[in-house]
């Protein structure tokens, strides 16, 4: 893997304020995307409505762990994430969830020594009852992170609090727009980066909603880390390549994620989920969203593309939207392609290989044919070998065949010396060229010229 060096692009507001200006609020995307978020608050809300709150936060329907894809703790993490990502880090954050492995409900903090579990959870609901309604934030944030406050108080409040609930990329945020924040907490510094959105929106006219802002942001910087902004409030970029080749036996949990096997020190096997080539450089794009990064797949179409790609099919054509991936990754199954991360395949249009790949695949990717080039050839005699091969193909070649699909290419005579040239064309270019006569490619007419090839 190569990284390439790292450069100023600008200053970091005056980033955002070119892109504000270039924003479209009535393009196609952006209007989907709206009515995705509003379709998703919506059935929260009608499910959890915060005057009833206290009644609707059930065990059953509050408690993750059950499998059930509509209880409160799956929609603030999962059914919500495209409004906002939260990410707990551990069921225990919910301070109750059901426990699998024991079949019974596991309580923690404030509620551990309450021995009934219904008793527990109302305590809980209790709590965040009054969170919703009386904005209780200081009480509720005794018991429960501030990123989970702040995820919930967004979820209810949008026009109040901004979709991000990690401190770190809050204080990333507003250092673009050169705020002091240094005497605010989290909460505070939370609705100081809603009024500058709100500043920026009124300066510029524009219909934009606090989500968008955000992701103006999140796609320009890696509030993450913050690493792309230097001490002196330039943008920095940097950015990576990485080359891998595909094989027919090459396959998605090669390519995405799968299963690995690992044994410890007592020869006990358990098994994890890892993400692989893609996943991992994707979440590298991610986080540093200034950086180009390039993947380079040599020869593509060697691998049985639909199943290595698998749904990631579907992500190649929508960037920056999560896709629901076959194995779970850190409680996660979805994976996103950023628009920064770009997917190269290289392949030689004649192996055979390459006439099967479906059309599916084939919208996905922009072919650029990079054809036999002599002006790139610097030694003399290798020169003059290639000229007589492009003469043997315009005089030899069956009318079945395009020259540009089957001529053999030129990075067969880039060479230094005689020597290395002999080798080449004795144990490389002579047998593909005998191949060619068997397979029909070349007229048996050839053959003489063939065995004439001579440095």
């Given amino acids: 893997m190569q990284q390439s060096r790292s450069k100023v692009i600008g200053h970091p507001e005056e980033i955002i304020d070119s892109e504000l200006k270039k924003f479209d609020s009535t393009s196609d995307h952006i209007q989907a995307t709206r ?6 608050r919506n059935e929260f809300l009608e499910q959890f409505p ?13 408690c993750t762990g059950t499998g059930d894809r509509d209880n409160f703790c799956w929609w603030i993490e999962r059914g919500l994430q495209p409004l906002g990502y939260y990410f707990p880090g551990s069921s225990r954050s919910y301070q109750i969830y059901w426990k699998k492995s024991t079949q019974e409900y596991s309580k923690h903090g404030f509620i551990k020594n309450t021995v009934n579990d219904e008793d527990a959870m109302k305590e809980v609901a209790k709590l965040l009852h009054n969170l919703v309604n009386q904005k209780n934030i200081d009480e509720t944030a005794k018991y429960f992170g501030d990123s989970f406050i702040l995820k919930i108080l967004n979820t209810y409040y949008p026009l109040e609090y901004f979709p991000i609930n990690s401190e770190k990329m809050i204080d990333h945020a507003l250092k673009i727009f050169k705020v002091d924040y240094s005497a605010l907490n989290l909460f505070e510094k939370n609705r100081k980066l809603y009024e500058v959105y709100v500043e920026k929106k009124t300066k510029f006219n524009l219909d934009i909603t606090a989500f968008e802002f955000s992701n103006l942001l999140s796609s320009n910087f890696n509030l993450k880390t913050g690493e792309d902004i230097s001490a002196e409030n330039e943008v920095v970029s940097q950015g990576e390549y990485q080359i891998i080749q595909f094989h027919p036996a090459y396959s998605y949990e090669d390519f995405v994620r799968g299963i690995v096997a690992e044994t410890d020190d007592n020869g006990n096997i358990s098994y994890k989920v890892e993400n692989k080539v893609l996943a991992k450089f994707a979440k590298k794009a991610q986080e540093n969203p200034n950086g180009k990064y390039v993947l380079i797949i040599d020869e593509i179409n060697r691998a049985n593309l639909p199943s290595v790609l698998g749904e990631l099919i579907y992500a190649l054509e929508y960037r920056g939207e999560a896709v629901t991936t076959m194995y779970e990754f850190e409680e ?9 991360l770009y997917i190269i395949g290289t392949m030689n249009t004649a192996d ?3 006439e099967h ?3 599916a695949i084939r919208r996905r990717f922009a072919f650029y044919n990079v054809l036999p080039d002599q002006s790139v050839i610097s030694h003399d005699k290798a020169l003059i070998i290639f000229k007589q091969i492009v003469q043997l193909f315009e005089q030899h070649m069956s009318s079945d065949f395009k020259k540009e699909d089957v001529m053999i290419g030129h990075s067969y005579f880039i060479i230094e010396n005689d020597e290395e040239l002999k080798v080449k064309l004795d144990y490389e270019i002579k047998p593909i060229l005998k191949e060619y006569l068997k397979d029909g490619i070349l007229n048996e007419s050839a053959s003489t010229d063939i065995e004439n090839l001579k440095v």
């Fill in 35 to 40: 009515k995705l978020h509003q379709r998703l």
């Fill in 50 to 62: 915060k005057e009833s709150l206290n009644q609707q936060l059930t065990l059953d329907k509050y």
């Fill in 352 to 354: 055979r290989s390459a």
């Fill in 357 to 359: 790949i479906d059309y």
């Fill in 332 to 340: 996660k199954r979805e994976i996103t392609l950023p628009h920064n």
